[in-house]
């Protein structure tokens, strides 16, 4: 329909703070917590207090749907199990490793010497044991995809990161670029497709410059530049910029598989080196913090721990004035103490002071909300039906198909909890239903 | 251990940004009907003082009688807050509350299209019926479903018309004086003498270009065409307002004129220009159909809601018997702008599918026949010769 072309807005990246420093590696952490919890999955633990524990061991299973291993991120000692704050705003239970600096590896990462002969149900084994899930954010167990029945002719790596302040996919393809291209080698052979493409924003021309020189080893390979747009790094719309369809469900139904550019480079150690999930790249950034800055950390790690080798806070900063956000400042959740630790869909810690309070007026039904929707939802009239509990309204009115982008909210010039109120319209519904 | 503040996402929002949220939307609308009331203030009084006509002072009442307009919907709007709010009774919290509410828009608006001579009364009364009636009693700024001030024009219109006349209507002391105008609004002719004939509608007030500057009798300040289309671009170039609300439906107007022109046997571009240039459409369509707060919302009820407005500012100002169809038109359609709502956010969420195809082919439908109506009914009341054959050679 012509009235639903894909669409978005510019939003300042705010992404050149943490940009200046390199990339920091910081491997050894003196605890890391590793929660029992992957997407809404409870894990069920596997290892005693007071085990002896190598890198890559695994200490806990997702059972059910999606199941599959978590490893230990560190070698040490299983030294107690207990709550933390993990990045979905709850405190969850989480088996804190403490560590021993020697770095023993287990036995199971081993490189391997050739990797050309690997079938697709190989590499998909690969990816369910190496307890691989989507680095971007969502965090849903990649091998999943690639069990799919439809053929799929694209695979499409979302290098775009459209949130702001978020620098933590680029400053990884930055420093490796080559992997990058591996690992979307590898997921091409899983899924037996022919083209692979690298989808990144108009301003990291960088990207482009790094990968271009390398594409004659990787037939199939393509990139492709995305406009400099909120919410390009949404799914549906990099797959609509990449194939020209649309898709209802999943994008396996418009042929395509959507990978973050963090897992395809997790994916390459995983079929080359062995090397499971067990570290990430995660941004430390904001007007909040004095160094702003990215880190190569294994999964587990006290956010504290980073905020501190970035110099702490900013002075002045007084936190009951401040947001502490685990992950894009766009759709990201306060926390409320700042005591998190990483984990896979943590990608970004932001530290921000609170706008001065304005006066804001009511809603005067300026309609900038339901202009800027990338799905199409008139969102004023979503909040009227959910404060009318109509849940038949809220239905027709595909409350269903909000991601949560948080532009309503962005644009609302009275300052309304719009994106909020979908959200609640939603959970009306899901109960409802 | 640091405790930090809650909030909820997006942490980001342009209107923390200082040159942006609500209060920068309504500055740059006040901003808008500037040039419309400088040109107010020009064309009924610096010129006819130039022309040596009234005093002064007199030279200052337009400017003034605009000013008083908003002063006196702020004043309502204070005591209302006053009366119903003891939270409120000081200064301090009085002026914080009304900075949010926008008090004063509805009586300068109402000004603005109210005629030159209305007495200062009136004016109290229909700022009072617009801003407490049509506003505040509906819950304030961003609740009413009535536009405050076009409710209190048509409280007036209703009810003082005879007052205002008595007390010398439209026109300026310059404007009394032309023979040609024969104490008649371009609109007003039209309404009086029942035939679409350049020399009866357009002569008297010299040409069309005269319509298109504003120097024509009509209430203070909708007659400056030029001045409204300036503010138009000015608004829709800071986004205040869709650019296409005001488009389609002029548009609208424009094209059913002339279908009517044509039906009643007159093919000249120049009826349909009339037809926009005239009366309070210009005025209605740039900062009344684009309202936010009693307009549809969504683009597309925007579309639809726009459409009708057309058609029925045709339909009252044609047929009907009152001069004036834009302010009607605009009342009757806030009506309806909560169910325009509704089903074009179904219909825009939905796509064009099962669920929403009864919706849109009735809406569609019922358009289509109000404006065939229109054309045929129009045609029929303009022309005392009407057949269907010279309409049906008309159209095509």
Redo the contacts between chains.
């Keep these: 329909?012509i009235?639903?072309k894909a669409k978005g807005i510019h939003?300042d990246g705010r992404k050149q703070m943490s940009k200046e420093s390199p990339l920091h590696e910081y491997l050894n952490p003196q605890f890391v917590y590793i929660p029992l919890l992957q997407q809404t999955s409870p894990l069920k633990r596997i290892v005693e207090v007071g085990d002896d524990i190598k890198i890559g061991q695994v200490v806990a299973l997702r059972e059910g749907f999606g199941e599959m291993p978590i490893h230990a991120s560190v070698s040490g000692k299983v030294s107690a199990v207990k709550k933390v704050w993990h990045c979905s705003g709850k405190m969850v239970d989480a088996i804190e490793i403490t560590n021993d600096l020697l770095q023993r590896m287990d036995d199971s990462i081993q490189p391997e010497a050739d990797t050309t002969h690997f079938t697709r149900q190989e590499l998909i084994e690969k990816m369910k044991q190496a307890g691989l899930s989507g680095l971007g954010g969502a965090g849903f167990p990649t091998y999943v995809k690639y069990l799919t029945k439809l053929p799929i002719d694209v695979i499409i790596i979302n290098a775009v990161e459209c949130e702001?302040y978020l620098t933590c996919d680029y400053m990884l393809i930055n420093s490796y670029p080559e992997k990058l291209l591996k690992g979307l080698h590898y997921f091409m052979r899983a899924a037996e497709a022919k083209r692979g493409v690298v989808c990144f924003k108009s301003y990291n021309k960088h990207i482009k410059e790094l990968l271009q020189p390398l594409l004659v080893n990787y037939p199939g390979v393509e990139l492709k530049e995305i406009k400099d747009i909120y919410p390009a790094g949404w799914e549906k719309y990099i797959v609509q910029q990449v194939t020209g369809k649309t898709y209802e469900g999943l994008p396996a139904e418009a042929g395509a598989i959507v990978d973050n550019s963090a897992t395809a480079m997790v994916f390459a150690d995983v079929v080359e080196k062995n090397i499971p999930l067990i570290s990430r790249v995660i941004t430390i950034s904001g007007e909040g913090i004095k160094n702003p800055r990215n880190y190569y950390v294994p999964l587990g790690t006290p956010v504290?721990d980073l905020i501190q080798l970035s110099g702490g806070?900013s002075e002045g900063l007084s936190?009951?004035?401040?947001?502490?956000?685990a992950g894009g400042?766009?759709?990201?959740?306060?926390?409320?103490?700042?005591?998190l630790i990483v984990s896979d869909t943590l990608g970004a810690v932001?530290?921000?002071p609170?706008?001065?309070n304005?006066?804001?007026?009511?809603?005067?039904?300026?309609?900038k909300c339901?202009?800027v929707c990338p799905?199409?939802?008139?969102p004023?009239?979503?909040k009227k039906a959910y404060e009318t509990k109509d849940v038949e309204?809220i239905k027709?009115?595909?409350a269903q198909?909000c991601m949560?982008c948080?532009?309503c909210?962005?644009?609302?010039?009275?300052?309304i909890?719009i994106?909020?109120f979908v959200g609640k319209a939603k959970d009306l519904l899901r109960k409802g239903a | 251990?640091?405790?930090?503040?809650?909030?909820?996402?997006?942490?980001?929002?342009?209107?923390?940004a200082r040159n942006?949220?609500?209060?920068?939307?309504m500055r740059d609308f006040m901003i808008g009907l500037l040039p419309v009331i400088l040109f107010a203030w020009y064309k009924n009084g610096i010129k006819v003082y130039i022309e040596g006509n009234i005093s002064f002072l007199e030279m200052l009442y337009p400017l003034l009688f605009i000013l008083l307009g908003g002063l006196i919907s702020t004043l309502f709007e204070g005591l209302f807050f006053y009366i119903t709010d003891k939270e409120v009774r000081n200064l301090k919290a009085l002026g914080?509350k009304l900075?949010?509410?926008?008090a004063a828009i509805p009586g300068l608006i109402l000004a603005m299209i109210a005629p030159l001579y209305t007495p200062i009364w009136v004016l109290m009364f229909g700022a009072f019926m617009g801003t407490i009636v049509g506003k505040m009693l509906f819950g304030?700024?961003?609740?009413n479903i009535f536009n405050p001030a076009l409710l209190g024009y048509v409280a007036i219109g209703f009810t003082m018309l005879g007052v205002i006349n008595n007390a010398g209507g439209a026109f300026n002391a310059s404007e009394v004086l032309v023979d040609a105008y024969a104490g008649a609004t371009p609109l007003g002719t039209l309404a009086g003498a029942k035939v679409i004939n350049y020399d009866t509608l357009v002569a008297p007030y010299g040409s069309l270009w005269n319509f298109l500057l504003g120097t024509i009798p009509g209430a203070l300040a909708e007659t400056g065409s030029l001045a409204i289309i300036i503010a138009y671009i000015w608004l829709a170039v800071r986004k205040v307002i869709?650019w296409f609300t005001p488009l389609i439906y002029v548009g609208t107007v424009f094209i059913l004129s002339w279908f009517i022109g044509i039906a009643a046997g007159e093919t000249g571009m120049w009826f349909p220009l009339y037809s926009i240039l005239s009366g309070g459409l210009l005025f209605g369509a740039v900062f009344m159909a684009t309202e936010?707060?009693?307009?549809?919302?969504?683009?597309?009820g925007?579309i639809v809601f726009a459409l009708f407005l057309g058609v029925l500012t045709v339909l009252f100002r044609f047929i009907g018997n009152l001069p004036e169809g834009v302010g009607t038109a605009i009342i009757v359609m806030n009506i309806f702008t909560m169910p325009i709502?509704?089903m074009?956010?179904?219909i825009?969420?939905?796509?064009?599918k099962k669920?929403t195809i009864v919706s849109i082919v009735g809406l569609a439908l019922f358009l289509i026949i109000l404006m065939v109506y229109a054309i045929v009914k129009g045609g029929n009341v303009y022309s005392a010769l009407i057949t269907f054959v010279p309409f049906i050679q008309g159209v095509l």
């Design positions: 329909m009235l639903h939003i702001p504290k806070y936190p009951e004035k401040a947001w502490y956000i400042p766009m759709t990201g959740r306060a926390i409320l103490i700042d005591d932001i530290v921000k609170m706008p001065e304005k006066l804001h007026p009511e809603c005067l039904g300026c309609g339901a202009d799905v199409y939802l008139t004023t009239e979503i309204l027709k009115l595909n198909k949560a948080g532009l909210s962005y644009v609302c010039p009275s300052h909890e994106t909020d | 251990m640091a405790r930090f503040a809650n909030g909820k996402a997006p942490f980001l929002r342009s209107s923390d942006s949220g609500t209060g920068i939307i914080k900075a949010v509410s926008y304030g700024f961003g609740n869709k936010p707060v009693t307009t549809p919302k969504n683009p597309l925007k709502d509704k074009t956010a179904v825009r969420a939905q796509g064009i669920s």
